[in-house]
């Protein structure tokens, strides 16, 4: 067949196949009955008739079949994550991507994704691999090529104009609808993801606080622990009001709880370096966040603060490039380990790193696992699962809601474990140092709400159950604040309460944004 032949065909089927999520989202929108019937059919002939013209645009002799392959290939998996997950593929996503080890993407690992990579990406590439094209001379092309791109245009406008009351509407006040569409988004997406990523040169990273110091050199030493969390919700935390016992540990103790806190994004890799930079949410970006030293490197700065993070999530996101980093999330330092590594695992050996710097200043930082989904039911061991039955598959459309807040909520209790420890392991420090826990969660997490799961949505649409995380604060009997926990705070705090804590001085430090 000709190259034209083909483009049409391969654009007929990601039209048809691989939009599913997008065409789900338009009816939810445009229910499929009177004048919406015509916009509707519209709609999906404006996208077919653009993917004719993408496709054209990118035509040659040697690139028409790598093309389409790729874009098979790719769309397939994109087609099967947003259909199953209801998550959309945007800069930050594919960072996440990116940043995300074996271990965390064998969690996503299903027949259901082999299936749609098979039917939706294999089958039809090597159909596109298969199909004989027959080429003219190259001028014959050319006017093909001409031709085929000035009759798409034509069609578009035309089809723009005949609904321009629709289309207006549908540009203006239904934006995310185009953050489903297979493949457009996911292209524009790498290329967000690379002008904010790439760099012209060498990344030179601007150091801030260098007039940092503590001057109270009498003062009793401080030893401070850390936690951030993965993916815990707020809502979900019986402190907050939850109907269930997900912290019963915790309640006995005389922590301050933070009910209302939210975070600077929805996925790991963009709430933790955030969280930790100077920046706030709405001044933050990747590039802003590689280039410029964090609160880790202003308490560096003082000479007076020793620092050490402990991770057994994929990694520090950036944040632990300057400090000792130790990784937990292997058995060659975790010595609490079955089908994953534990976060309690972070705790072994700490009395000794701390005896060697006996009577300084002390920050630890413990990145859990937390609560990574889809696999919460790995997430705890099975004196954790209280509420039953939980969902066992990381295929959560399939399981019950109650199943998927099951396993969740035991997820928590785990961690509401850990965090009992942390604050047990304190109490043993008391009386040299004055000793405090920070938690603090990097995101929430959706479940099932509205057909949505995980997280990792673009901030200006995600639920409350993506953006609003669970916190909460420890101190040691020497070591009391004062602190308003009915106040609304987010992670932009963070950054000056650390500083705060360890009473630095520095231009950086703004004393309204410190939580204490």
């Known amino acids: 067949m000709t190259q034209t032949r083909l483009i049409i065909i391969t654009a007929l089927f990601f039209t048809l196949f691989t939009n599913y999520s997008f065409f789900t989202n338009v009816l939810n929108v445009y229910p499929f009955e009177g004048m919406n019937i015509l916009y509707i059919f519209s709609v999906v002939t404006l996208f077919f008739t653009f993917m004719v013209l993408l496709f054209t645009l990118l035509s040659s002799r040697q690139t028409t079949k790598p093309i389409l392959i790729l874009m098979l290939l790719v769309s397939a998996s994109t087609a099967y994550f947003m259909d199953s997950y209801h998550v959309v593929i945007d800069s930050d996503m ?26 939706l990406g294999i089958l039809p590439a090597y159909f596109v691999y298969k199909t004989p094209i027959k080429y003219g001379s190259t001028k014959v092309e050319l006017k093909r090529k001409i031709k085929t791109i000035l009759l798409t245009l034509l069609l578009i406008v035309l089809i723009l104009f005949s609904f321009s009351k629709f289309y207006t509407s549908f540009f203006r006040e239904h934006k995310p609808l185009r953050y489903y569409t297979n493949p457009t988004y996911w ?36 030893l401070v622990i850390m936690v951030v969390g993965e993916a815990a919700r707020a809502d979900h935390f019986s402190l907050n ?31 933790v370096p955030c969280m930790f930079s100077m920046y706030d949410r709405n001044d933050y970006s990747y590039k802003k966040g590689i280039s410029t030293e964090n609160v880790l490197d202003v308490l560096l700065h003082t000479n007076r603060v020793e620092i050490l993070w402990r991770d057994n999530n994929s990694d520090s996101k950036g944040v632990a490039v300057r400090v000792p980093f130790e990784d937990y999330k292997t058995a060659q330092n975790n010595t609490i380990c079955d089908e994953e590594c534990r976060d309690e695992g972070m705790l072994v050996g700490l009395e000794s790193y701390i005896q060697k710097r006996k009577g300084k200043n002390i920050l630890i930082v413990l990145h859990q696992m937390g609560n990574h989904g889809p696999a919460y039911n790995k997430r705890y061991t099975k004196e954790y699962e209280v509420f039953t039955p939980v969902c066992e598959t990381n295929q959560l459309e399939e399981c019950s809601k109650e199943s ?16 009992s420890e942390v604050i047990h392991f304190l109490k043993g420090y008391e009386k040299q ?16 709400e509205n057909g949505l799961y995980l997280h990792g949505l673009p901030y200006f649409m995600a639920p409350d159950a993506q953006t609003h995380v669970g916190a909460l604060v420890w101190f040691g009997e020497n070591n009391k604040k004062e602190i308003d926990p009915n106040k609304k705070y987010s992670h932009d705090n963070l950054f000056h309460t650390l500083l705060g804590l360890f009473n630095v001085q520095t231009e950086m430090y703004n004393q309204e944004m410190d939580i204490f």
């Open 94 to 119: 594919i960072r996440n991507t990116i940043q995300t080890d074996l271990a965390e993407s064998s969690d996503l690992l299903s027949f259901k994704l082999l299936g749609y990579l098979l039917f």
């Open 187 to 222: 292209i524009y997406s790498i290329g967000d993801y690379i002008a904010k990523t790439l760099n012209s040169g060498k990344i030179v990273v601007k150091p801030i606080g260098l007039d940092a110091n503590i001057t109270d050199s009498n003062e009793e030493p401080k």
């Open 241 to 271: 009001g939850y109907s269930r016992e997900t912290n019963p540990l915790l309640k006995k103790e005389n922590i301050i709880n933070l009910p209302h806190v939210s975070s600077c994004g929805t996925s790991t890799a963009h709430s």
């Open 404 to 419: 998927i807040a099951n396993a969740y909520d035991n997820a928590l209790l785990h961690t509401d474990h850990f965090l």
């Open 433 to 448: 140092y004055k000793t405090s826990m920070i938690y603090m969660s990097d995101h929430g997490e959706s479940l099932g």
